[in-house]
Nanobody, 117 residues
Framework: VQLQASGGGLVQAGGSLRLSCAAS????????MGWFRQPPGKERDLVAR????????YYKDSVKGRFTISRDNAENTGYLQMNSLTPEDTAVYYC???????????WGQGTQVTVSS
């Protein structure tokens, strides 16, 4: 599976962005998909995760109620809708995929999200 993340950019605090993750391959629907982020000078961590069937979701506490992860398996694409953005959301965002219960094996290139105050 190859992943291509897009949709990052510069936005003012309180604004919104929608990240997309386009996947190649016919097995995308079998994989868990996740969005990670790496703020400047910090480690990369998991922001949100969604199961292959789209029913199970996980969110990092700091983004609950603001971010929504979704996927369209027919289009082999995953999304991260980000609302009410704050400067603390500034980071490089990565999408990843992997088998249920396993590690994230496939990674897209990062897309920069910058939130100005």
């Amino acid at each position: 599976v190859q992943l291509q993340a897009s949709g990052g950019g510069l936005v003012q605090a309180g604004g919104s962005l929608r990240l997309s993750c386009a996947a190649s391959g016919r097995t995308f629907s079998t994989y868990v998909m996740g969005w990670f982020r790496q703020p400047p000078g910090k480690e990369r961590d998991l922001v949100a995760r969604i199961n292959g069937n789209g029913r199970g979701r996980y969110y990092k506490d700091s983004v609950k109620g603001r971010f929504t992860i979704s996927r369209d398996n027919a289009e082999n694409t995953g999304y991260l809708q980000m609302n009410s953005l704050t400067p603390e959301d500034t980071a490089v965002y990565y999408c990843a995929a992997g088998p249920f219960g396993g590690e994230f094996e496939y990674w897209g290139q990062g897309t920069q999200v910058t939130v100005s105050s």
